[in-house]
């Protein structure tokens, strides 16, 4: 039997949502599920922001140990819950069992990792410059620091119900910054939200801190999003989903009377540059492998390879003949939902009706299922027609054929910024050279560029970038995933002149924790620098 209520969680407590009500969606068998879940108000959207805002001080004075606990007890509460997680997460999303698994591993790992993070303790920065009163002008002590924006609103991702959800990166970063989070849940998976916000709920209680460093709003539509970003208390925006939802986000943040920064993953297609000797050499091979990531997952990654660029040949004859057997023998699966099965249907529809562009495969599926599609277009055609540059969010790529490297340049010049860029070459031939030539367009243009592979699959580690320039992201700065992510939601503060007993431990002399410090610009961890 669910344990589930449908309700919201403000202040610690369930509460029922005051607005409307509405039900989750089976994908796979294509039917309701209970119980029924009640949308917030405004007013209670109003009550979760203002003790967010009430507990921020207290929770970012914790110390790293506490938050870094607290983040482990988050972990520990979710995998606590078992079975019934997985298999509520199965029936919102149509996800197989070995995928919700993982993507479970992967929500309390990167909990863990942060808490790792804040062990260690240089996440801060901590830089002291000593006073020096014989310099003329004398020179103040100063000393500086990272701390936390203040309450972080979080809207839960639809393609990935746990790991950027609830509890996932965003989340997760945020508490590491010392940041209360408000939780907007995703209305195709409020079942697992729920579990998973009482989970941290528990963690909450479990280490003292106070219950408005969390909330979890129910509903759906924009209203609740729009309201909780214009709240004055909100001071942060984590967002993963479409490109008109961030943006419609990022214009309601920026016209408040305080601003706030978006930082909204949004829209990539991931394009994936063939050079010539790679393509002579394994085109075959190299279209098979392509294949297995545009199929993985139905092509539902934030880093699917909807665009391929080529140089036209009898390397990328064989490409073709590999991409398109393997593609052929894959089957239909079931999409996230309705509304994003219906809008590949409607990419792919489109792509396939387009009179410049040749369909190499398009199978028949059913409504609700995604299946492999793969186009092909010549690089003037490309360049004149915007319309093609579009995402499809799905199985669906689009080959672009260029006449030789200055025209896959040209193509890559005008392409809107992305997650990721990738190279297949062959060290030690002319592809090296290609690469060299394209890598910095490829810098400008994606914050991650990969030799050899493909960007679907996205290893949460320090030195991780998901990011890009806009409209992958809303801030090409600021990565989402990776201990980098912490960065979004923290600002310096200076210290100048303040006694040894106002300073926060990190900058006092002593420094009791031995962090790594830069002193007078040089690292260091007593005053002096090494």
Not at 78 to 85: P, S, T
Not at 175 to 196: I, Q
Request: charged share 20%.
């Amino acid at each position: 039997m669910s344990s589930l209520t449908g309700e919201a969680l403000i202040g610690g407590r369930a509460e029922q949502g005051a607005g409307g009500s509405f039900k989750a969606w089976n994908p796979s068998q294509r039917q309701h599920l209970e119980p029924s879940f009640h949308m917030v108000d405004l007013a209670q959207i109003d009550r979760a922001c203002s003790l967010a805002g009430a507990a921020f001080d207290s929770f970012r004075n914790t110390t790293d140990q506490q938050r870094a606990d607290f983040l482990d007890a988050v972990a520990e509460q979710i995998m606590a819950i078992g079975d019934e997680l997985v298999e509520r997460a199965m029936l919102e999303t149509g996800l197989p069992r070995a995928r919700i698994e993982g993507e479970r591993g992967r929500t309390c790992n990167q909990l863990r990792l942060f808490g790792s993070l804040l062990r260690e303790g240089s996440w801060q920065d901590p830089r002291i410059d000593p006073a020096l009163p014989a310099r003329t002008p004398p020179r103040p002590d100063l000393r500086s620091r990272l701390i936390g924006v203040g309450p972080v609103a979080v809207f839960a991702a639809s393609n990935f119900p746990l790991a950027f959800s609830v509890a996932g990166g965003d989340t997760a970063s945020a508490f590491a910054a010392g940041c209360p989070v408000v939780l907007k849940a995703h209305s195709a998976h409020p079942g697992t939200s729920e579990l998973v916000a009482r989970a941290v709920v528990k963690a909450v209680a479990q280490c003292g801190l106070p219950a408005g460093v969390f909330a979890l709003l129910t509903g759906t539509g924009r209203d609740i999003g729009q309201a909780l970003v214009a709240h004055p208390a909100i001071q942060a925006v984590g967002f993963t989903g479409s490109r008109a939802g961030g943006t419609s986000l990022m214009s309601t943040a920026a016209n408040r009377p305080q601003p706030i920064p978006v930082y909204a993953e949004m829209s990539s297609i991931n394009p994936v540059f063939l050079l010539p000797n790679a393509l002579k050499a394994d085109g075959e091979r190299i279209g098979k492998e392509f294949a297995a990531s545009l199929v993985l997952g139905v092509g539902q990654f934030c880093t699917n390879p909807g665009l391929v660029l080529a140089i036209e040949g009898e390397g990328l004859d064989a490409f073709c003949a590999g991409a398109t057997a393997a593609l052929g023998n894959t089957q239909p699966a079931t999409m996230l939902s309705a509304g994003i099965a219906a809008s590949f249907r409607s990419g792919v529809d489109a792509l396939h009706g387009h009179d410049a562009v040749t369909t190499l495969l398009r199978l028949e599926h059913e409504e609700h299922q995604g299946h492999a599609a793969l186009f092909r277009v010549s690089s003037s055609d490309f360049l004149a027609r915007r319309e093609l540059h579009d995402e499809i969010f799905g199985p669906a790529s689009l080959l672009v054929v260029c006449k030789d490297a200055g025209d896959m340049r040209a193509v890559a010049e005008r392409l809107e910024g992305q997650l990721t860029a990738a190279l297949h070459m062959v060290d030690g031939t002319d592809d090296v050279e290609a690469a060299r030539t394209l890598l910095p367009t490829l810098e400008r243009k994606a914050g991650r560029i990969l030799v050899n592979g493909f960007g679907t699959g996205v290893e949460v580690a320090h030195a991780m970038v998901h990011g890009g320039p806009f409209p992958a992201t809303a801030d090409g700065r600021s990565t989402s995933v990776g201990t980098a992510a912490i960065y979004r939601f923290l600002r310096p503060v200076c210290y100048q002149n303040l006694p040894q007993s106002l300073l926060p431990a990190v900058l006092r002399d002593d420094n009791p924790r031995e962090i790594w410090r830069r002193i007078d610009g040089a690292i260091g961890k007593g005053m002096e620098k090494v």
